[in-house]
């Protein structure tokens, strides 16, 4: 009997419904407070950024939320995704282990991140919004929005952290191609980004700063909104498309894992795998380890603490209930660009609370090396984000090695390294270094939040 290498779901199987995993939550979310008053935001405190249907999935507790035919049938140019079994990467590991991978590279932008695009730009244009603004860290972001605007009729505005910008400018051009305009972030279009070059004329920007860029040119026009790629609540919800599929291919299979990897930046990548399985185990009892793989030069979830902090540099965001390294935070070069945000979401914060996720930082040369054995054994070049799970996939496998037990791993692949190739030159270059995020960094940052109340 042939292995079964590639499971498929049938267009007819792709999920109707996106999971909110809010509805199964064993202790709900803290609110997300007001930047002046401290005090809980309420839709309205929202709008000037949102469109309505967005602000009411963000607070929503329903456990299924319909997914509306015109996002279906844009899915459909390449949902559902499809599901491997790694039989050749784990020849290689040569350990007890059955390795499958949900791969998203097969999306018009190369990654997981147009399951959120399509749906924010169909609403913001049901809403009459004409224009949008994003951050974007490797690009895959920024790409996966301008994709979707283009398809709605959308202008865009991309602040690309300025790192990236120079790091991976085909992904610049895959931006200009769907019609947004890029700007390198820190910019002197904005306030922020002239308040944080008169600081640092050098500065390499970050997540943070571009956010608080891209919000301060939403609120600037009635007719444009902030769309982001990860951290809120909807759009992980958008992103369990991912997870509903591979339980479904898992069944196919005829497996179900003991562990489900991804990596993690702010959580969407994470969470659109995870939170299905995770829905698995809190409502069928099925036993299964989340393991969020993080840079150790951005270790959130690993070292940082849960405090009210913002989403973005300056402080234009609400204060968010999450697991941080300080709103001003500065990370360093490397080339995990989208994992380079210094908070991870309030669902998955809350949730590592609760210990039912967890987490491991890994440093970026160690995150190479996989991904270069991973290529060479499934013939799939990784992002250098989706390097992370297959980092933490090795050391799984050389635990079920130790342990002689077998052990079923699925991870997410999610996209691949095509306009990543300066990254991989490097690696090879011995260019890349490996960087450390001191306790000393962690208490610089978190001293501005300590007149912010912790919560108990």
Not at 16 to 40: C, E, F, G, S, V
Not at 405 to 431: M, P, T, W
Not at 438 to 451: F, G, I, P, R, V
């Amino acid at each position: 009997m042939s292995k079964l290498r590639k499971i498929i779901l049938p267009e007819s199987e792709i999920p109707r419904q996106w999971y909110n995993i809010q509805a199964d939550m064993p202790t709900p979310l803290l609110p997300p407070l007001h930047p002046a008053t401290k005090q809980p935001v309420g839709p309205a405190d929202l709008a000037p950024l949102f469109p309505m249907d967005l602000i009411m999935q963000e607070v929503s507790k329903e456990r299924w939320v319909d997914i509306p035919e015109e996002v279906l049938d844009i899915y459909k140019k390449w949902r559902p995704t499809p599901m491997f079994r790694a039989y050749d990467f784990e020849k290689m590991l040569d350990a007890p282990v059955k390795i499958y991978y949900k791969y998203e590279g097969t999306s018009p932008s190369g990654s997981h991140k147009p399951n959120t695009a399509v749906p924010q730009a169909y609403y913001n244009k049901k809403a009459g919004i004409k224009r949008l603004t994003t951050e974007t860290g490797a690009g895959q972001w920024g790409s996966a929005l301008s994709y979707a605007c283009q398809h709605f009729g959308l202008e865009l505005e991309v602040y690309m952290v300025k790192i990236s910008y120079l790091q991976k400018p085909y992904r610049k051009i895959m931006m200009n191609t769907w019609g947004a305009e890029v700007i390198a972030s820190p910019s002197d279009r904005t306030e922020a980004g002239r308040k944080i070059l008169a600081a640092d004329p050098n500065s390499n920007g970050s997540l943070g700063i571009a956010i608080s860029e891209a919000v301060e040119r939403a609120v600037m026009r009635e007719d444009t909104n902030y769309s982001l790629g990860s951290v809120l609540n909807h759009v992980l919800m958008h992103q369990t498309i991912v997870g509903l599929e591979a339980v479904k291919q898992m069944e196919m299979a005829g497996d179900f894992p003991d562990v489900v990897i991804a990596p993690f930046g702010g959580g969407s990548n994470f969470a659109g795998l995870a939170l299905p399985f995770l829905h698995q185990k809190l409502v069928n009892g099925k036993k299964v380890k989340l393991l969020a793989s993080e840079p150790a030069s951005c270790p959130k979830l690993t070292k940082g603490e849960f405090r009210y902090d913002f989403g973005d540099t300056v402080g234009m965001t609400p204060l968010m209930p999450m697991f941080t390294l300080g709103h001003n935070f500065m990370p360093p070069a490397l080339h995990a660009g989208g994992l380079r945000y210094h908070g991870g979401s309030p669902i998955i914060s809350q949730l590592m609370r609760d210990d039912l996720v967890h987490a491991e930082a890994i440093q970026q040369l160690e995150c190479f090396k996989a991904g270069v054995m991973f290529a060479k054994a499934e013939a799939i070049l990784p992002a250098p984000e989706a390097t992370h799970a297959i980092a933490s996939v090795i050391r799984q496998a050389e635990e079920a090695k130790q342990e002689g037990k077998e052990r079923v791993i699925l991870f997410n692949l999610c996209g691949h390294g095509h306009f990543d190739l300066q990254a991989y030159e490097d690696y090879f270059a011995g260019k890349l270094q490996d960087h450390y995020f001191t306790d000393e960094q962690l208490y610089a940052n978190l001293k501005e939040l300590e007149d912010i109340a912790i919560p108990a």
